[in-house]
């Protein structure tokens, strides 16, 4: 048996990350686990790597998406040192993972290509990766409910986008000869109308796990099905791809950034598995928007180029006006003031007059185009340190927010951050009123994300309380009292 050449590079990156050998080998197994493969990595084995011993080709690449997500930025194996001439990175790979036992590999584990894209598994069956997603879901998978949100699975190699589209566009069909049709089309689409609905009305932890049991079984089978005609077929997979969005903003809703992440690159998937470049342009600029909520912009304008790229000219004014507005906000919130600027007052030329009936199907189930694009011109604009700006944007972000309104969730986010913008601007009593209308909206919505908002009103306004503002303390007692009654009925934890 010849020396062994201390692998360098993986001891660098390990260094880097500032992370254990015990907590590397925590990430390869989660890593593994998302994918539906095993793995017995341990911090023996992982020493064993940096001493020269090699993973098998599967773990190696769950070892660089580990990485990778430590890092912030997208990794291929020989970056870590990890191949080398006559090492067969096609197959687990004869090497063992010394002292982990090795990976084994299932469908869509790390040997089939799924880290191929930063982790996303968008070079596999669309409906295999869904379904292991959906799994793991229900049975409550720490894992995979709780994963964190990562960078690198924001990245968005341009120059294999047409190369993993094409590999994502094959789903398997029912080896039983199932048969679909219209009619099972029409009643995938009633249930997705129905659990948006009540999703934008009553927040997203209302029937989150309906939901996942939906994708998970009826919609997985049908996916699977043989169809009449290949129109019926790509609109199924384009219903999937919605409703994988929806069980992802679902789980943003509720609190679970990273797993909400992984639904948006399955419903990527779908997209691009129906032959639909729009559809897959409107995922991408959720993901883009995704990223910026969690505060992780890095990708985020490199995510709208590639919408855009995929869009071509296919975009109605309205659409195309969401997509500058959500572009001007990435450029804000990485402080490229002159061309957040520029993008924002092309989104309100595109949206001039716009008809919304132009929208297609995957983007019309939120509802109209242009509250959205104010909000994210207002989001934009608070970056940029504009609060007036953004207070005026805002508040022409006109959701349906009456009492029996369907938008009641984001109306009341939206008069959230109007009211910041105000008390930003020193109108405290002006905050107070627009947060109290804000408060009025919430009854029987169940969102985390309205939790949080009104934690960060209480904080924006405690040092007015602490000085005994009059308007500040009446307004701390009632967003008190929501917050202990939403904690106690069980709406401020994630579902």
């Not at 194996?77 to 687990?92: N, R, V, W």
Request: charged content about 25%.
């Amino acid at each position: 048996m010849g020396t062994r050449t201390p692998n360098d590079r993986l001891r660098r990156a390990i260094h880097e990350a500032g992370c254990t050998y015990a907590e590397i080998a925590r990430d390869v197994r989660s890593v593994a686990a998302e994918s539906g493969g095993r793995t017995r990595t341990n911090s023996s084995a992982v020493a064993h790597w940096v001493a020269g011993t090699r993973p098998s080709a599967t773990t190696a690449r769950a070892l660089t998406e580990a990485l990778a997500r430590r890092l912030g930025r997208a990794l291929v194996p020989e970056q870590l040192g990890l191949h080398a001439p006559g090492y067969d990175t096609s197959s687990g790979g004869a090497d063992a993972d010394a002292g982990d036992g090795g990976t084994a590999a299932g469908p869509g584990s790390p040997g089939d290509g799924s880290f191929a894209t930063g982790g996303g598994g968008l070079g596999e069956d669309p409906v295999a990766a869904l379904t292991r997603l959906t799994r793991d879901d229900l049975a409550g998978r720490t894992e995979t409910v709780r994963a964190a949100y990562a960078v690198a699975l924001a990245a968005v190699p341009p120059h294999r986008a047409e190369e993993v589209a094409a590999r994502a566009g094959v789903v398997g069909t029912a080896g039983g000869g199932a048969r679909a049709g219209a009619g099972d089309v029409a009643a995938a689409r009633a249930m997705l109308e129905l659990f948006t609905l009540a999703d934008e009305r009553h927040g997203g932890r209302h029937g989150a796990s309906a939901v996942v049991q939906y994708l998970h079984s009826d919609v997985a089978a049908f996916c699977r099905a043989r169809f009449r005609s290949e129109t019926q077929r790509r609109q199924m997979l384009t219903t999937a791809g919605c409703l994988a969005y929806l069980a992802g903003w679902k789980a943003y809703d509720g609190n679970r950034p990273g797993l909400a992440q992984r639904y948006y690159l399955r419903a990527l998937a779908f997209a691009r598995a129906a032959g639909e470049p729009a559809h897959e342009a409107f995922v991408l600029r959720v993901m883009a928007h995704h990223g910026m909520e969690c505060g992780r912009p890095e990708h985020t304008v490199q995510l709208m180029d590639a919408a855009l790229e995929r869009l071509g000219t296919r975009a109605d004014p309205a659409s195309a006006s969401l997509y500058a507005a959500t572009r001007a906000r990435a450029f804000a919130v990485q402080g490229r003031r002159r061309e957040a600027i520029a993008e924002s007052s092309r989104a309100l030329r595109l949206g001039e007059g716009a008809d919304e009936r132009a929208l297609p199907y995957w983007a019309a189930l939120w509802g109209s185009s242009a509250p959205c694009v104010r909000n994210h011109l207002g989001k934009a604009a608070a970056a940029l340190g504009e609060p007036a700006l953004a207070e005026a944007h805002f508040a022409r972000a006109e959701w349906s927010s009456g009492g029996g309104g369907a938008q009641r969730r984001i109306a009341a986010l939206s008069l959230a951050h109007t009211g910041a913008m105000q008390c930003r601007q020193g109108k405290v009593e002006r905050a107070c009123t627009t947060w109290g209308h804000a408060l009025e909206l919430t009854e029987g919505v169940r969102s985390a994300r309205l939790v949080d908002a009104v934690t960060r009103m209480r904080t924006e306004l405690a040092p007015l309380r602490l000085r005994g503002a009059r308007a500040a303390l009446d307004f701390d007692a009632r967003a008190r009292d929501w917050l202990a009654d939403v904690t106690t009925d069980g709406r401020g934890t994630p579902g």
